[in-house]
């Protein structure tokens, strides 16, 4: 006759190792469905970020060439305008200066009357003219990329 203990034991062990199966295969499933979530995500991130770059680029190609076109007709340059927007918008000489396609220095010179933009300049003005600070601000971080 087997030992009692014995035959408790075996049966102990087999329930144990058929409990730990049942928890390890939920586990399993689980991590599974885990891991296919994440490469879906990261297939989803990785589309994501291809079309924000494109659209991103888009934008800046439309940004820039918006200096390429000609000033509307009669418009009239001020210097005191130009200061007084460059203020508003809160931005350097510097700043406003990408935005519109030139240097600090030009803007500066623009401001204090010692020179005038020429017809592709006043178009790039013109474009500025009607910005907001946020709008501004946001060109300024496309064209900063």
């Given amino acids: 006759m087997p030992n009692l203990a014995t035959v408790l034991k075996v049966e102990i062990s087999r329930l144990a190792r058929k409990e730990i199966k049942s928890q390890v295969g939920v586990t399993k499933r689980a991590a599974a469905q885990h891991r296919r979530d994440i ?27 918006g200096a390429a076109q ?20 809160g ?16 803007i500066y010179s623009w401001e204090s009357g010692k ?3 020429r017809k592709n300049a006043l178009a790039a003005l013109a474009a500025a003219r009607g910005l907001r600070k946020r709008e501004a601000l946001k060109r300024l971080e496309i064209l900063n990329r």
């Fill in 115 to 117: 020179s005038k933009p």
């Fill in 39 to 65: 490469a879906e995500l990261k297939r989803l991130v990785r589309d994501v970020s291809q079309r924000v770059a494109f659209l991103e680029s888009q934008e800046k190609k439309r940004v820039s060439s």
């Fill in 70 to 89: 000609a000033p509307p007709e009669g418009m009239r340059f001020s210097p005191r305008w130009l200061k007084l927007h460059r203020q508003r918008l």
């Fill in 91 to 106: 931005l350097s000489g510097a700043d406003y200066g990408k935005l519109v396609g030139v240097s600090a220095l030009t």
